[in-house]
């Protein structure tokens, strides 16, 4: 029982890794990237550098017109939605293509927010960029609040806390799933 339970543990795993690595790219009218930490100097950690900088790409290339960059204030004091659009206004992108929610929280609460700031403007389709792992739930998250999510990409920044991250992200994946 127990060497079952651990392989279908373990099967679940490898399938989220492999579907958040699996980059698809298509335009979409907004790429959505959530917060995580702020460095004590009010900058981006180079994890969240990461995620703009996949976004960063995307939107380079023309595959949507506009980034919502969506955190809350941590643990470090700082606004990371706010962090984040610094970021990307010193990378070249025009203050009228970021969009910040301050009030991403949690995942759910950064797709709540994006569907509700999506369905005011008329947008149809996001773009998710974030870690690998991540990825699969935040497109769940972000499919249950009604967003038609076109592409992924995900950050390409790996570290030793992916050895946490990536199981986290399993029951994470199977808690919302099982959500009603």
Do not use: C
């Not at 959530?34 to 004590?40: D, S």
């Not at 005011?120 to 996001?126: D, L």
């Not at 992924?152 to 994470?172: C, I, K, M, N, W």
């Amino acid at each position: 029982m127990v060497s079952s339970t651990a392989g279908v543990f373990l099967l679940a795993t490898a399938t989220l890794v492999l579907a958040g690595l699996h980059d698809k790219l298509a335009p979409a009218d907004v790429i959505v990237v959530p917060g995580n930490t702020i460095l004590p100097d009010g900058t981006p950690s180079p994890r969240l550098q990461a995620r703009l900088d996949a976004a960063l790409t995307q939107f380079q290339a023309g595959l949507a017109p506009r980034i919502l960059v969506s955190g809350a204030t941590g643990k470090e004091g700082f606004d990371e939605a706010a962090s984040m659009a610094r970021y990307l206004l010193k990378r070249g992108v025009p203050a009228s293509a970021i969009i910040e929610d301050s009030q991403g929280w949690t995942t759910d609460a950064t797709a709540r927010n994006a569907a509700l700031l999506m369905r005011q403007h008329g947008w149809k389709t996001a773009m998710v960029a974030t870690q690998y792992f991540h990825v699969p739930r935040f497109r769940l998250a972000l499919a249950r609040a009604g967003i038609a999510v076109s592409g992924q990409v995900h950050a390409p920044y790996f570290e030793l806390r992916d050895l946490y991250s990536v199981p986290r992200e399993t029951v994470g994946y199977a808690v919302y799933f099982a959500r009603p």
